[in-house]
């Protein structure tokens, strides 16, 4: 069985989505173990035997951890077999590809704006910084477009079906809502998103929550 622990951040919830779309797809077994990252739980001896880094999402599974949610999606969907991330050299390259854009471009960016929008009040941490939202603005506005133009010929993002790039890139775009961020401008990137959140898989993983 996997045993996966997180918090609910986008980072947690990349490997989940996955988890819970192997569910479906394999049959998958696994349990999700909230780490309250408000009362320090990350910061226990317990938990610091699991990672190096103290941080979630972090993978148990056959006697190993696993941290990174990039490394645990991609472990999660190779040892199920799972057309998520196809055995192909080429359609997973495709895959790997869309996964390290969103997680460095758009999905850093996104982030930086939750932080300064939602994170930072509720934690007290003062007041919003509206140039790096600018800056973060900015960027998504020169980096969605590419996406957006590519989906204007694809359901999905890698190999024209569905995968861990998908999952990956849900984590982060789900994020516009609750910013404030107008989605709909990118009428492709809408269509992917409706066609995600339609997934059985992706309604089990937000009842979670």
Known sequence: ?????GYFTQNSLKPLYV?????????????FH??????????????GKMTPVGKVPVLKHDGMTLF???AICRYLADSE???????????????????????????????????????????GMGESNQASI?????????????VDAHLANTRWLANNTLSIADFTALAYIEQCGMIGFPLADYSHIK????????QPSVARTRGRL
């Open 1 to 5: 069985m996997y045993h996966l622990y």
């Open 19 to 31: 988890l819970d779309a192997l569910e479906e797809e394999c049959g998958t077994d696994f349990e």
């Open 34 to 47: 909230f780490v309250d990252l408000a009362k320090g739980e990350h910061k226990t001896e317990d938990f």
């Open 68 to 70: 990174e949610s990039g």
């Open 81 to 123: 077999y799972s057309a998520l991330f196809p055995q192909d050299k080429a359609k997973r390259a495709q895959v790997d590809q869309w996964m390290e854009f969103f997680s460095c471009h758009p999905g850093r960016w996104l982030n930086s704006i939750y932080f300064e929008k939602i994170i930072k009040p509720k934690a």
């Open 134 to 146: 600018d800056e973060a603005l900015k960027f998504l506005h020169m980096q969605l477009p590419i």
């Open 191 to 198: 269509e992917w998103f409706d066609r995600m959140e339609a």
